[in-house]
């Protein structure tokens, strides 16, 4: 779905940007950030397990911008989806901020989100990671109780069943090659060509990131 180019803002604080591609043709690795020089709307994106929400928490900080979880939006009590028109209208609103980190893949709201952003911080550490993450994590949180969003909690059966739309786990694995497409296809596309694109692949790639901000 084509974006129109994000519009021009004051930018106050943020990242330090430079220009790098790797060898795979993908958004460069090292360095800060590529493209504009200084960052404000930040999109976190990458496959379940990959670790958005560690990221995308210490980097809102950083920038001193709200950080905001789309899961959170989209899964309602009972793990009831939101309906569509109400998801867009309240990511809307979010995005019309001045500044922020908003964590999530949803293609229903993608467009809305990456209009107003400046850079997109994607995620792809080998899937091997991935899934060792993502099955910790389940466990963790299934032993454990804690709540997610709206009262949902981590179920038992992610770790018994490879339905994706009932596994989170399922999902990791089966969406790992269709986000890292996505992503990489997206960062050469025109029609994103006002946003910055970097790819993080390694906890080192995370840790430099957040240590280029000033």
Sequence with gaps: MPDRPGKKRKRTQGLRAR?????????????????????RCVSVVGDSGSGKS??????AARLAVPYVELDAIFHQPGWTPLPEKEFRRRV???ASGAGWVIDGNYSAVRPL????ADTVIWLDPPRSTVMRRI???????????????NGNRERWRNLFTWDEQESVISWAWHHYPIYRQRYAAAAHDLRYAHLT???IVTCADGRQLIDSIR
Excluded at 19 to 39: D, E, I, K, R, Y
Aim: glycine fraction near 16%; aromatic fraction near 10%; charged fraction near 20%.
């Design 197 to 199: 694109f970097r790819r």
């Design 113 to 116: 989100v990456w209009e107003r």
């Design 54 to 59: 560690t990221l995308g928490r210490e980097l």
């Design 135 to 149: 099955i910790w994590r389940t466990i963790r949180r299934a032993a454990g109780r804690t709540e997610l969003w």
């Design 92 to 94: 809307t609103a979010i």
């Design 19 to 39: 220009s790098g591609v790797n060898a795979q043709g993908g958004p460069g690795c090292a360095g800060a950030l590529v493209g504009s020089p200084f960052v």
